[in-house]
């Protein structure tokens, strides 16, 4: 769900969906990527001002599941570099 | 940004009424939904019809039609179509599910009614395709499955506000379990109406559809469910960073012991019964040309086939429990990596697994991916995959050829190890030519990978066991199909020309010449005549071959029922038998395989290299094989 309104500490810093921690949560801004696919992406759920959280990973750490809209995707790390978020990290 | 609506807007579409097609008691039904949605398992419930369900986005890559009959008489065709998130078509299974809906599909008349599949576990994001499919104008049922999964995960729906909101009747149901069926029925049976007409997104993009969904889901009360605990659980074990592919070696391994040692005694009671019913049928009839053909033809060539119906069933079994369960979107993940290695991606993961079961559903499964060189890469390395079809062939040879005694402690037998270091080359061999394919001809950027993780879920026995005798009907229809028809002519061939009324010794017959002109060419590999024949028969099906020497050792040994195996020491040193069965891992011995790729890229070219790649490559491994070994003595 659109979950800007539970504001956790104030959301900044910029990052990619990569740099996330496994359990780390952050907010979608914009998805850097060819429109197909980037359309793709959205049905799935990652829609800019949605919440993502970063869960498990093939060993090594990519690619990545990534929990969005009560549903879970797998990502490759070449992706998820490609959408970037603000974190709730201070 | 593109649009929700994709193609031809609802405005410019020639809306045909409901019932458009002239007979009231044919009228034809699509059923269209997310991947995985379980939009089979409606289907399977409603029709009986055998199609395949798993729990893996995208398992049905082609539409599938099946009558359903609603109170008895009122017949209608139900189309199980592919999973779509939207209605613009960008791989082939979405554009197959755009086509049937718009009345495109040459075959398939334009669906009179739409049935709406979605997850009621995940709908405020499935409702997004609910605007496209409700813009068609056409008499539309939305069924929310997983009811049962929603209810227990804490989440409601109130369907009777969704109905208003959507303009169309909305069904709570549980596919696998048969609740809230009758809705959909009622459906089927009664007059179909055209939705109210409700405000529908009108700026054509995903955040403005996926907005309107929102907005629809809040408007009927819908609560998402709690997330799912127990498969974060198991992905906690099973994406575990050591224990993940150490869990995945494991199965695996099980799943081959398994097979070799537990489906032994099912087979011993499969040959008794074919050996004790031949000899009952050769006791009825007269001494003549048609009881030979019965028994030493159709018989023992058969029935030498049909043996390894619990072995297959086994397969079958283990991967519809692995697909079924949720497991294998894990294995895929896990696997990725792996396949970027040699240039594929972890989509082209599932269609190669699926090719252990056969090549011919594996390649039809290539149509989910994207991109069209990683597509016939892929349909180009999945025969390499070990098929249960060499299955027979590989038993019967490493049965005939090694002793049965443990490798590994009670874990893992000496037979058992062979088997599975055969499916290891087969394996290694598709690695390494995709490895060739990405790296000249089929080159290609990188594809993006997505690859949606369902929750784990119970594999249900209706949907299993509808397989498995799905599988068996196949197996046995090409049993007496391909088989039979293949065994019939291998016996007028090796029974002619006939000598004073009787067939002549086979080394003097037909097929017995047949197999000496090839006799210098597979020489080398440690094979005779007999084998030759064996070899120019499987090119029929790779199984076939275990009937032909079937039927050749049936036809030799006058009356003795010689057992099969015995009569193969005879006949291949050990270095042969490794050398066949090296053969046979490489080689493309399968018509069916050959007719689905020319069909899925649309010509001869890619069969034809495919073809001469590797029966060359089969060739030459067997004959290095050969070479090697019996040089080891």
């Known amino acids: 769900m659109l979950q800007l309104s539970f504001k956790k500490p104030h959301p900044h810093v910029s990052h990619s969906l990569a740099d996330l921690r496994p359990g780390e949560e952050a907010v979608l801004e914009h998805i850097d990527l060819p429109e197909d696919f980037a359309r793709r992406l959205m049905e799935l759920g990652f829609l800019p001002g949605s919440t993502i959280a970063a869960a498990r990973s093939a060993p090594g750490g990519d690619p990545r599941v990534y929990r969005v809209d009560g549903s879970e995707i797998a990502l490759r790390r070449e992706t998820a570099t490609r959408l970037h978020v603000r974190t709730f990290r201070s | ?633």
């Not at chain 2, 065709?77 to 209605?87: I, K």
């Not at chain 2, 755009?98 to 009614?113: C, E, F, N, Q, S």
């Not at chain 2, 011993?268 to 004790?276: N, P, T």
């Not at chain 2, 000899?279 to 040309?289: E, R």
Request: with cysteine; net charge positive.
């Open chain 2, 1 to 633: 940004m593109s649009e929700c609506h994709s193609g031809p807007t609802p405005a410019t579409l020639p809306i045909v009424p409901g019932n458009g097609s002239a007979n009231p008691d044919r009228r034809v039904v699509a059923i269209i939904g997310p991947p995985n949605a379980g939009k089979s398992t409606l289907f399977n419930r409603l029709t009986g019809l055998r199609q395949k369900v798993a729990n893996f986005p995208g398992v049905t890559v082609e539409q599938r039609v099946g009558k359903a009959r609603i109170g008895g008489k009122r017949e209608v065709n139900l189309v199980d179509l592919p999973g779509v998130y939207s209605l613009d078509p960008r791989t082939e299974d979405e554009r197959v599910t755009h086509d049937v809906l718009l009345g495109k599909m040459p075959g398939i008349p334009r669906p009179d009614a739409v049935l709406l599949v979605l997850d009621s576990t995940s709908l405020s994001r499935h409702l997004m395709l609910a605007a496209p499919v409700l813009g068609l104008g056409l008499p539309t049922l939305v069924i929310l499955t997983m009811a049962d999964e929603l209810e227990r995960r804490g989440g409601e729906v109130d369907c009777a506000a969704l109905a208003k909101q959507l303009g169309a009747p909305v069904a709570l149901v549980s596919a696998a379990k048969g609740e809230g069926l009758e809705t959909v029925i009622e459906f089927l049976s009664g007059a179909f109406g055209v939705p109210t007409p409700v405000q529908l997104p009108v700026l054509q993009d995903v955040p403005r559809c996926r907005q309107w969904a929102q907005a629809v889901g809040s408007q009927a009360r819908y609560r998402s469910p709690a997330p799912p605990i127990w498969t974060r659980r198991l992905d906690s074990v099973f994406l575990h960073p050591v224990l993940g592919p150490l869990i995945f070696l494991v199965v695996v391994v099980a799943v081959f012991q398994t097979i070799f040692t537990g489906a032994a005694p099912m087979m011993d009671a499969v040959e008794e019964a074919i050996a004790v019913s031949g000899q009952w049928i050769a006791n009825l009839l007269p001494d003549s040309p048609v009881r030979s053909l019965l028994i030493d033809g159709v018989w023992s060539g058969v029935g030498s086939v049909v043996v390894f119906l619990p072995q297959i069933l086994l397969l079958f079994l283990f991967i519809g429990i692995l697909e079924d369960s949720g497991y294998l979107a894990r294995a895929a993940l896990i696997a990725d990596r792996t396949m970027a290695k040699v240039g594929l991606q972890g989509k082209s993961f599932i269609p190669l697994l699926s090719a252990y079961a056969c090549a011919v559903p594996a390649i039809l499964a290539t149509r989910t991916i994207e991109n069209k060189r990683d597509r016939i890469a892929t349909m180009l390395i999945a025969p390499f995959m070990t098929c249960s079809a060499r299955l027979p062939v590989y038993t019967l040879i490493i049965a005939a050829f090694l002793p049965d005694r443990p490798l590994l402690g009670p874990v893992l037998g000496l037979r058992a190890a062979a088997m599975l270091a055969l499916y290891v080359i087969g394996f290694l061999a598709a690695v390494v030519t995709a490895r060739i394919l990405k790296s000249s001809i089929l080159k290609s950027d990188r594809t993006p990978f997505v690859l949606e993780m369902p929750p784990y879920r119970w594999p249900t026995v209706q949907s299993i066991g509808l397989r498995l005798i799905d599988r068996a009907k196949v197996f046995l229809r090409r049993a007496g199909t391909v088989i039979l028809g293949v065994t019939v002519l291998l016996w007028i061939l090796a029974s002619f020309p006939m000598k004073d009324g009787q067939a002549p010794p086979i080394e003097e017959s037909i097929a017995g010449a047949v197999g000496k002109s090839v006799e210098p060419l597979i020489q080398p590999l440690g094979f005779n005549w007999k084998v030759g024949i064996g070899l120019i028969t499987s090119l029929a099906a790779r199984e076939v071959i275990v009937g032909t020497l079937g039927t050749i050792y049936g036809m030799e040994s006058e009356s003795e029922t010689e057992g099969l195996q015995q009569a193969l020491q005879q006949d291949l040193s050990l270095a042969g038998a490794v050398a066949l069965l090296i053969f046979f891992a490489f080689a493309m011995q399968c018509i069916s395989t050959i007719a689905v790729v020319r069909r899925e890229t649309g010509g001869w070219k890619w069969p034809v290299i495919q073809f001469a790649y590797m029966s060359g490559l089969a060739y030459v491994s067997a004959l290095a094989a050969y070479q090697i070994v019996s040089r080891l003595g």
